[in-house]
């Protein structure tokens, strides 16, 4: 079965602070990527994708995202982080070839200190 | 263009009654995703349609829920006789040939009393 692996429940970082955000996946195939960040009380908002070409996935809001198919891994990044990306990050694969449901990780709630 | 609509925002329910959340796609969007968000967990999936067709409904509890989506209107989610573990977060996503590009709507935050 698929599954959707983000490590860190919480981090705390301070305003200014670089950020990587862990996520992992489990599947045979490259599947397609995303990252949503969702803010207290409200939907999900797209951050960044990856469905092929190159590895390194600008999004927005200055995060990208690597695609390491040998770690099986999709990190979120953003070099300076500010007050207002304190959130819930989630990543999401949705299996190719397949009927492209997305699974998504658990979740990780991002602090950001002043 | 409108993004993907989800009525009520907020759905407040006495025990045994039902819920019906709606989900209206973007325009020229005809694959639709319900997810339910409990508190502190993530989102997961419970049924996937197309205009008038269930595609997986392998996530959907086997009782009193069920979804459709008509050739006209929005999608609905249906929950009947709730009950209090029913209280979570329910997302429709939408996409326009279900191979990504998944927009979601803001949610409906369903509180059974």
């Known amino acids: 079965a698929q599954s959707v692996t983000q490590p860190d429940i919480h981090i705390t970082v301070s305003e200014g602070a670089s950020l990587e955000l862990r996520c992992n996946y489990s599947?045979?195939?490259?599947?397609?990527l995303f990252w949503y960040v969702q803010s207290p009380g409200q939907g999900l908002q797209l951050l960044l994708k990856y469905f092929s070409g190159d590895t390194l996935v600008q999004g927005i809001k200055g995060f990208e995202a690597e695609f390491k198919r040998s770690q099986s891994s999709f990190n979120l990044r953003k070099p300076s982080v500010h007050w207002s990306d304190a959130a819930e990050y989630f990543c999401?694969?949705?299996?190719?070839?397949?009927?492209?449901?997305?699974?998504f990780g658990r979740g990780t709630s991002l602090i950001v200190h002043p | 263009n409108a993004g993907v609509m989800q009525n009520p925002r907020h759905l407040v329910r006495r025990r045994g009654q039902e819920a019906r959340l709606r989900c209206s796609p973007m325009k020229g969007h005809s694959h639709v995703y319900w997810y339910r968000q409990l508190p502190e967990e993530g989102l997961k999936f419970m049924v996937y349609?197309?205009?008038?067709?269930?595609?997986?409904e392998s996530g959907m509890p086997k009782e009193r829920f069920s979804a459709e989506f008509p050739k006209e209107g929005p999608s609905i989610l249906r929950i009947q006789q709730v009950v209090r573990g029913d209280s979570a977060a329910y997302f429709c996503a939408s996409s326009p040939q279900g191979q990504g590009g998944y927009t979601f709507g803001s949610g409906t935050r369903l509180t059974v009393v």
């Open positions: 349609l197309q205009k008038e067709n269930i595609i997986d």
């Open positions: 599947y045979g195939a490259t599947p397609y």
């Open positions: 999401a694969v949705a299996l190719s070839g397949g009927s492209y449901i997305p699974t």
